[in-house]
């Protein structure tokens, strides 16, 4: 297993795709999240270093047949 968490993105207004699945670069982007004072949904400033905060995962694929349950944390 890696260490690590992913995000499924969701983004209704990105008319290209439905959805995709990021993780954040390390350190670039955990430090960036990590540092956030902010709430709900907003922009961060790229890394001091120009990396990305995230790249998209190419080992996460999608499974049409796994059940799950999606939760809005904002909700909890």
């Known amino acids: 297993m890696l260490p ?3 995000a499924i993105v969701m983004a209704p207004t990105d008319t290209t795709r439905k959805h995709g699945i990021f993780h954040l670069t390390d350190p670039g ?3 960036v999240i990590h540092d ?3 709430t709900g949904f907003h922009p961060h400033e ?3 270093d120009g990396t990305s905060i995230y790249e998209h995962c190419s080992h996460v694929y ?3 047949t796994v059940k799950f349950d999606m939760v809005d ?3 909890v």
């Open 4 to 6: 690590e968490a992913i």
């Open 36 to 38: 956030c004072q902010e």
């Open 62 to 64: 999608m499974n049409p």
């Open 73 to 75: 944390l904002r909700r």
């Open 46 to 48: 790229e890394p001091l």
């Open 29 to 31: 982007g955990m430090g």
